[in-house]
């Protein structure tokens, strides 16, 4: 089981922090990621860290503002925004699974957090 939280409104240019705390099976030795879904567009790949932390994956549109981290001991990955653009505004997934990337999709998917930029 996946929760996320931290969604909501914010300014271009502002940060949010979004935390997905995993429970069970889906996060031992799983890799952990984020996808987003803005209205009316299709689903997509934000960016994905591997168990040890050594690995990670960002979409272009991530690059450089967005960065994703873990915390083993609390089951919990974090996913740090900054100079967020209205183009971010979208509801955000939390994810899991063996191994999370552009190409993939994965199997456990937490219930969503609606993230808003304003211009």
């Known amino acids: 089981q996946l929760q996320e939280s931290g969604g909501g409104l914010v300014q271009a240019g502002g940060s949010l922090r979004l935390s997905c705390q995993s429970s069970g099976r889906t996060y031992a030795k799983y890799d952990m990621g984020w996808f987003r879904q803005a209205p009316g567009k299709e689903r997509e790949f934000v960016v994905s860290i591997d168990w040890s932390g050594g690995r990670t994956d960002y979409a272009d549109s991530a690059k450089g503002r967005f960065t994703i981290s873990r915390d083993n001991a609390k089951n919990t990955a974090y996913l740090q925004m900054n100079s967020l653009k209205p183009e971010d505004t979208a509801v955000y997934y939390c994810?899991?699974?063996?191994?999370?990337?552009?190409?993939?999709?994965?199997?456990?998917w937490g219930q969503g957090t609606q993230v808003t930029v304003s211009s």
């Open positions: 994810v899991s699974e063996f191994r999370v990337g552009p190409t993939t999709t994965p199997r456990y």
